[in-house]
Every structure is written in structure tokens, then in C-alpha cells.
């Protein structure tokens, strides 16, 4: 047999149109395999509650009826879809059914992650990134609002990248993922502050006489984007939602998420944030435009832990078109051809995972679920609980009123620096004032919160149950007279 036959006969690999596939394929297998690890988080029950209590009524939320210490007080439940969607999937399909659309929104926007960065990039260099992008996602991949999120984000950030890139018109086309993305989670005002990348770049490619034309291509695209951001329930009232969360201040350091990236040991974002430093030092360059959006990605993951995934999934889409010309890899060089037959492997081999994991029996952990505490003692007919603040979901869940949950942007930043000073017993004092302020029946503690060993010496309250996951006291009987 000649060269040219076996040449003819030998079919090259098709990278671009299969990497996607099987990229989104391996992230949505491991996630199921890993199907705990998505219900690690206590506020998928408060935000499957929620979506419970609006499908009931028929209505959103405007005040809080979830918690008894703000009790009425005004409250959105600005991620109303989402919650309406988890709690749709839960009621089909119970846990498991929730860890397989959290999964399945992960790997769709690594999928789209991959198959924008192939229009820049050869797949080698495509695989890395994705592949660091995964790293610094995978602690925040849990089944929350923000997860059904992402691929609208992708999408979204891909088509003002596209423009970008071509200097073509604004994508009108895009604009419906505006109104999806205002519904499903509160973090949309970030998709209006990425047209600006968009408009600045494009008015440092043209001469200043061209300026008022370019201004006034986007203006029209902008003011759409801005009216399709304020298509919810609420009108443009979650747009605000990120400044009434941040106004907290120095109070959303008590929680975790909300604290800046640690470095006191090292660890993937630092291994690579001092990659990222390393390939610059090598010579690479960015435009100015691109390169200050990748570092107010990097500014915002340094600020707060759960903003590495913005990092993750947008720095990628930045820095493709740039390094495509730098390393002289166009996607076109690639080997080109059908993957008819890859991608439906891929889709087979979903369906099966899928299957598979519907018939596991996973549950949220129980260090998020004190339900064998709230049975034994009785916490239903205890009057007004106070709670430890990764016990706050549960409760709701299970229709009990909360002291405080993880709706920092209801408590605000004195309430919670309040909470947390108390039950540390760094102000004593407070501490007891606020067993008396709120009338308090019950508390329900970590094992390990200094509160739980000075309730034991309290003469008004004793120890009614305990175990590894929660401590119950209840306040004793007044003495009959």
C-alpha cells in the first residue's frame, strides 16, 4: 500500500469540533462522582425552600418571612428563578436530581468555555487553560443560583469578545442572556460592566474623529442591555443587589466565601496566579484593554474567595486572541473533520452518568443538616432558635424560623458582626442580652462555638441533646411559685 493511500485512509482527529464535547463530558462525569461535593453548602436547602414557597404562592417574596429577628422585614429573593428551578428538579427528583443540574450547568460552560477558546487557540494551549480554569472553579462548584449562571456568563462575555476581536457591531442577538441571567442570579450588573471593555477597546482602535460614531453604535446596544437587566419581578431593584451585600463592609469576613484569598500555605490559585506571573516574565504582552480587565478579574478573586470563579471562566475568553497572535497558533492550522461519532459518545456517555447518579441516594452533609438534633429535641415547639449560621438553611428547609442564615444582605453588616462576637463570647455581656433581647427557647450549635460551653454553666439553661454535628439547650422552666 502506497503513502498516499494509507495518508488518504488515516482520518485526522477532529480537535475543534470534538474537544468541547468531550471536555464538558469528563467535568459533568467527575462532578457525578463526586455528587456530594456539589451539596456542601447549607443555603441549597434555604434556596430550594424559597423556590418551594414561590411556586406555592404564586408569587415572589418582598419581605422576609424565613427568619423570626427580622421578621417582615423587606427582602427580594432576587435569585427567584434558580430557586424556582432547584426547586422544581428537587421535588422530581430529590437530591441527586439537584447535584445533576448543578453538574450539568458546570460542565455546559466549561463546554462553551472550550469551544470559544478554539476559535483563538490550538487545543493544546486550550486544554491548559480550561484546565486551570476547572482548578480554580472547583471549590466554588456547589448547587447554588450562581451555577446555572455560568454558561450564560460565557456566552455572554464570548459574543462582546467576538466583536471585539472583529471590531464588529454589538450583539443585539445577545442581549435575550441578559434577561435570563437577571432572573436567575443577582450578579448580572457584571455583564453591563463588561460592555465597557468592549466600548473602550473599540474606540482605541479608531481615530479620535471616529469616536462619536463608535459611542453611538453602542449607546443603543447599552441602554437594551441596561431595560433587559431590569426585566424581573423586582424590576431593576437586583442590579442594587451587589452593593447591599458589599455595604456589609468588614462584616462578611465571618464568612467564609466572602473572606480574600489566603496565603498562608499554598495552594492552586497561588500555584496559579505565580504561573500567570512566569508566562509574563517570558515576554508575553496584552493590549491595555485586556489586560486591566484581567486584573480587576484578579483584584475581585484577591478580594473574595468566591470570586475566583470569575476569574476563571472570564480571564480565559481575554487572553485567547492575544496569545493566538504571540504564539502563532490559529485555530485553523488544526486538523479539521466530522466527530459525529465522538460527540455522541460523549452525549451516551452522559445520559449513562446521568442514570446512574439519579439512582444513588445523596444527601446534602451532615455537618449542614442538624436534623437528628432538630428531632430529639424537638425544635419545632421550642420557641425562637438561635442557630448556628451554617444551620440557618436547614431550618428554613425544614420550616423552622432562623436567628440568622446566609442572606447577609437581609441582617446586614452590624447584625452579623453582632451574632458572631456574641457566640465567640467576645462580648459576654451582648451575649446574654441577646438570649433576653429576642426571648430565645432553644439554641442550636457547633459542638465547638465557646457559646456551647458557657450555656452549660448557665443556671437558666441545660443541655438537651448533643452529638458530632450540633449541641441543643433549652431554656429551663421558670420555678413555679
Known sequence: MSDEVIRSAAKPFPARAALPWLVGAGVYVLLLTLGLRLLNDPDSYSHIAVGRWIMAHGAVPASDSFSFSMYGAPWIAFEWLSEVIYAAVYTLSGWAGVAVLAAAATALAVGLLTRFLLRELSPTPTLLMVIAAVVLLAPHVLARPHMLTLPIMVAWAAALLRCMDRRAPPPYLALPLLVLWANLHGSVVLALGLIGPAVLEALLDEKRSEWPRVLLRWLPFTALAVVACCLTPYGPDPLLMPLTTLSAGHALGWIGEWRPQDFGRVGAFEFLLLAGIFALSRGMTLPVVRALVVLGLLHFALAQVRNADLLAMLAPLYLAAPLARQLGARAEDDAVGSARGVNLTAVGVMIVAT??????????????????????????????????????????????????????????????????????LADLGDFLKLLEQYKLGATLLEPNTPAVALLDRLPDWQRVYSDDVAVVHKRRDAPKK
Open 355 to 424: 442514570g446512574l447518579a439519579l439512582m444513588r441516594d445523596l444527601r446534602p452533609p451532615l455537618h449542614n443538616t442538624p436534623e437528628a438534633a432538630v428531632a430529639n429535641a424537638d425544635l419545632t415547639k421550642a420557641g425562637p432558635v438561635l442557630n448556628d449560621y451554617s444551620f440557618g438553611g436547614y431550618l428554613i428547609f425544614a420550616g423552622i424560623p432562623t436567628f440568622i442564615d446566609g442572606r447577609s444582605e437581609l441582617y446586614g453588616g452590624q447584625f452579623i458582626v453582632r451574632y458572631n462576637r456574641a457566640l465567640a
